[in-house]
C-alpha cells in the first residue's frame, strides 16, 4: 500500500466518550459550569483527537512549508518572486514573523523546502525535500503531475509521522510562496463552485487593477485545466501547489497519528481543506488557528466546518496565527490538566 493510502486507511473519527470524559472532568473545575467558554472547547476537542482524558502536552512545532509557483509571470503577485527564498533565509536567521511569534508561544519552527526555485545546498536548519523547482503557471496547463502532488503529500505525511518519537505533541502549519494566495483562491473556487471573484483577494497587497486581472488568471486556470472536485488530488495538481501539498499531507498524517494540528489561515487552509475532502473524519483533528483578511478564506472554513479560534485581521501567513493560536489551545488543555476540583480546593459548588 502507499504511504498516502495508508494514512487514509488509519484515520479515524475521534472518541465522542473521551471528549464528554473531558468536559465532565472540566466541570468539576473551580468555576461556573462552560464559564471558560471557547478554552473548554479546545480542551475536550484535545482530548477526544488524542484520545485520553489527561492528555499530554509535550513539544509544539510548526511546519513551515515553502515554495515557488509558476503562475507568479502572470503578475498575480505585489512582489517578486525571489522573496520566496530571501523569506526562507530569513526564517533559518530567527528573524520572521513565524520566528518572533513562535518564541512567544514556546514553538519550534521547522522550514521544509517543498520547491523553492533555487537550489539552496547544505544550509542549517533547511529540511531539503524538493519535489520540484516550483510548479509550472497554471493559467497555461496542469501545476504539477499528479505523481508530483502525490509525492509532495507524502513528504507532509512523513514528517507528521517522525512527530511522536520527537515528543511533539502538537503540530501548526504554516507556509511561504509569493502567488500561493492564486493557487489558494483557485482550489477553493474549483470546490465550492463560488464564483472566482467571491473567493479572490489581495494577497500581500495588490491594487484594483491587479485584482481584477489575478481574478481573471484564475478564471482562465480553471477553464483550461477543468479540475475536478470529486477527485482532490487532481484539483491539487491542476491548480494547487507544492506548499500546499505539504500541508495536506501534514493534516492528514496528524489525523492518522491522532495528534492535533492547528492551521493557519488562507493558504494553509486551502491545503487542510484538500485533506479533508480526501478524508472527511480529518476536520475533526485540526484547529483553525484564525479568520484571515482574505475574503474567499470563511468559504473555506464553513466547507471544513471550522470555527476559528482568533480574528486579528491577519494575512501575512508563515504559521504566525497558527502559533498563537496554539498558545490558547494549550492554555484549554493546562486547565483541564492543573486547576483544582471544587472537592480539591474546598470551594462550594453552585446549583443550576
Ligand atoms: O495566510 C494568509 O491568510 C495569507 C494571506 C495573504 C498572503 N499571505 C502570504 O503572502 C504570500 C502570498 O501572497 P501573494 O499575493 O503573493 O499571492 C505567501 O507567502 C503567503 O504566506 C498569507
Ligand atoms: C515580505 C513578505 C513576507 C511574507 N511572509 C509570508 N508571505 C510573505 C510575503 C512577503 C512579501
Known amino acids: 500500500m502507499t504511504i498516502l493510502n495508508e494514512t487514509l486507511s488509519n484515520i479515524r473519527p475521534v472518541d465522542a466518550g473521551i471528549m464528554a470524559k473531558a468536559q465532565a472532568r472540566l466541570d468539576n ?36 512549508f515553502a515554495a515557488d509557483h509558476g503562475v507568479v ?49 547544505e544550509v542549517p536548519g533547511l529540511i531539503g525535500r524538493k519535489v520540484a523547482r516550483g510548479t509550472r503557471n497554471f493559467a497555461k496547463g496542469p501545476a504539477m503531475t499528479r505523481e508530483e502532488a502525490i509525492a509532495a503529500l507524502e513528504v507532509g505525511i512523513e514528517l507528521a509521522n517522525g512527530c511522536r518519537a520527537q515528543g511533539v505533541t502538537m503540530a501548526g502549519t504554516g507556509e511561504m510562496g509569493i502567488a500561493n494566495t492564486t493557487a489558494a483562491s483557485a482550489i477553493i473556487a474549483a470546490f465550492s ?24 488568471i484564475i478564471e482562465q486556470a ?8 470529486k477527485d482532490p488530488i487532481d484539483v491539487l495538481a491542476k491548480v494547487g501547489g507544492l506548499e500546499i501539498a505539504g500541508i495536506a499531507g501534514l493534516v492528514l498524517g496528524c489525523a492518522a497519528n491522532r495528534m492535533p494540528v ?10 487542510a481543506l484538500i485533506a479533508c475532502e480526501l478524508c472527511p473524519a480529518v476536520k475533526e483533528y485540526l484547529f483553525a488557528a484564525h ?62
Open 29 to 64: 473545575k473551580t468555576k461556573p459550569v462552560g464559564s471558560l467558554g471557547r478554552l473548554e472547547e479546545f480542551a475536550r476537542r484535545y482530548a477526544a483527537m488524542t484520545g485520553t482524558p489527561d492528555p499530554v502536552l509535550g513539544k509544539k512545532v510548526i511546519f513551515t
Open 73 to 121: 509571470e502572470e503578475g498575480v503577485s505585489a512582489f517578486p518572486k525571489e522573496v520566496t527564498v530571501q523569506m526562507v533565509l530569513n526564517f533559518l536567521n530567527g528573524g520572521a514573523g513565524i520566528n518572533v511569534l513562535s518564541r512567544h508561544v514556546g514553538a519550534e519552527v521547522r522550514v521544509v523546502d517543498m520547491g523553492v526555485d533555487h537550489e539552496f545546498g
Open 193 to 216: 463552485g463560488c464564483t472566482v471573484a467571491d473567493v479572490t483577494h489581495r494577497g500581500t497587497g495588490i491594487n484594483d487593477g491587479a485584482l481584477n486581472h489575478k481574478i481573471k
Open 222 to 229: 480553471l477553464a483550461v485545466n477543468r479540475p475536478d472536485p
Open 262 to 271: 492547528v492551521v493557519d489561515g488562507f493558504i494553509s487552509t486551502s491545503g
Open 291 to 352: 479568520e484571515s483578511v482574505e475574503i474567499g478564506h470563511r468559504f473555506m472554513l464553513e466547507r471544513i466546518g471550522a470555527e476559528p479560534i482568533l480574528d486579528l485581521q491577519l494575512r501575512l501567513g508563515e504559521g504566525t496565527g497558527a502559533a498563537l493560536a496554539m498558545g490558547l489551545v494549550e492554555a484549554g488543555v493546562k486547565i483541564l490538566k492543573e486547576m483544582a476540583t471544587f472537592a480539591e480546593a474546598g470551594v462550594a459548588e453552585g446549583e443550576y
